[in-house]
């Protein structure tokens, strides 16, 4: 009868290792992006610069994830523009429209690029 026990014993253990695998800190969230255009090489410099320190990678720190959820352009440029809560809100002399612009493109390839 010992032998079922070790068998199941090591499969929680698996089972274990490969929930708390993805939980990880350091690892990548999302994979390599695809950086085609200007305009979303641009947005990353921008998110980079002011959201990267709340929202890492587009996955939740001080901030939630937003690499994870629909959220229509006009939505994010509004809660960039007018913040929420703990988020600061990001006025044009941070970052001009053209900025937000590329800035969306970027969170939108960030979304489509999560694992
Ligand atoms: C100081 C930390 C901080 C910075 C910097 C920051 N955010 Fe946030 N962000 C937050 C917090 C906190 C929330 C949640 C606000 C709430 O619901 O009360 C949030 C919410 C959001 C949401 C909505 C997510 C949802 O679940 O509805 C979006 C989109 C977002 N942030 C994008 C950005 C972008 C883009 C930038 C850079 C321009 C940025 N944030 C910079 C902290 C931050």
């Known amino acids: 009868m010992k032998k ?13 290792l490969s929930y708390c695998g993805s939980a ?8 390599p ?12 410099v921008v998110y980079m610069s002011h959201c990267n320190k709340c929202h890492p990678g587009g996955a939740a720190g001080l901030g939630p ?5 629909p959220l229509p352009g006009f939505l994010m440029k509004f809660q960039i523009r ?6 600061p809100a990001f006025k044009e002399d941070h970052i ?3 900025e937000l612009d590329n800035l969306v493109a970027y ?3 960030l979304r489509s690029a999560k694992k």
Do not use: C, W, Y
Request: hydrophobic letters at 45%; glycine letters at 8%.
């Open 82 to 87: 007018n913040g929420l809560g703990v988020m």
């Open 96 to 98: 001009s429209d053209q």
């Open 65 to 69: 994830a937003i690499n994870n959820k």
């Open 33 to 44: 992006l695809r950086i085609e255009s200007q305009a979303i090489a641009q947005g990353e």
């Open 24 to 31: 990880r800190r350091g690892t990548p969230t999302h994979a």
């Open 107 to 109: 969170l939108k390839e």
């Open 4 to 16: 079922p026990f070790i068998l199941s014993a090591a499969f929680l253990l698996l089972l274990s």
